[in-house]
């Protein structure tokens, strides 16, 4: 497997920054801060090991295919979403500004697809057991949720996770799982689904 040692250092920063977030409260107010810095640094380490930005999805390849293929998913999320509300199953009042949406959508969204889905899209190509790499990916994914005391926010990013993650190994460009993500993620904020 190529690169052990940078996986080991990416491995430990996605296990201990969301139980730092949560054992000390203050870091929390900055999580967001938090991300965009770890996003910087493993954009970094990567670069610095020679990973070239398509092997982390990051490219003109694909492009067209990779949001086509992703608006099946939102469609099919939008319905689920749409039935969540009807039968009131929301739980949350949502409170964010349009400063966290700008934010959401040109930063957050990005870093986690590039974070969850290139990085762990990197170790997976031409892996022998890429099922491994589809839940190490899912699991950090949802790991990192667990910062807003949430079972059902982490059980979805759980499964949304793999369902990215697998449509992302189709055409290894974070485009479209990126937009999903935007999409999906300002609707369950804001219709109250997910806090």
């Not at 190529?2 to 977030?21: A, D, E, R, T």
């Not at 409170?95 to 966290?100: A, H, N, P, V």
Request: aromatic letters at 16%.
């Amino acid at each position: 497997m190529k690169n052990k040692l940078l996986l080991g250092i990416i491995l430990m920063i996605y296990i201990l920054v969301p139980i730092f977030i949560l054992l000390i409260p203050s870091l929390y107010e900055i999580k967001f801060y938090l991300l965009t810095f770890i996003g910087i640094i493993i954009y970094l380490l990567m670069r610095f090991n020679k990973v070239s930005n398509k092997e982390l999805g990051i490219a003109k390849a694909n492009f067209s295919k990779s949001i086509k293929r992703n608006m099946i998913l939102v469609i099919l999320c939008l319905a689920i979403i749409l039935i969540f509300k009807i039968f009131h199953l929301d739980k949350y009042s949502p409170t964010e500004t349009i400063f966290f949406y700008i934010f959401y959508i040109f930063v957050s969204c990005p870093i986690q697809e590039f974070l969850y889905r290139g990085v762990f899209g990197y170790f997976d190509i031409n892996n022998k057991n890429p099922y491994i790499w589809i839940i190490l990916s899912s699991l950090c994914y949802s790991f990192v949720h667990i910062i807003y005391r949430d079972a059902l926010t982490c059980a979805l990013t759980f499964i949304i996770g793999i369902i990215w993650y697998l449509i992302y190994k189709k055409d290894y460009n974070l485009a479209g799982v990126t937009l999903s993500h935007i999409v999906l993620g300002i609707l369950t904020i804001a219709l109250g689904i997910v806090n």
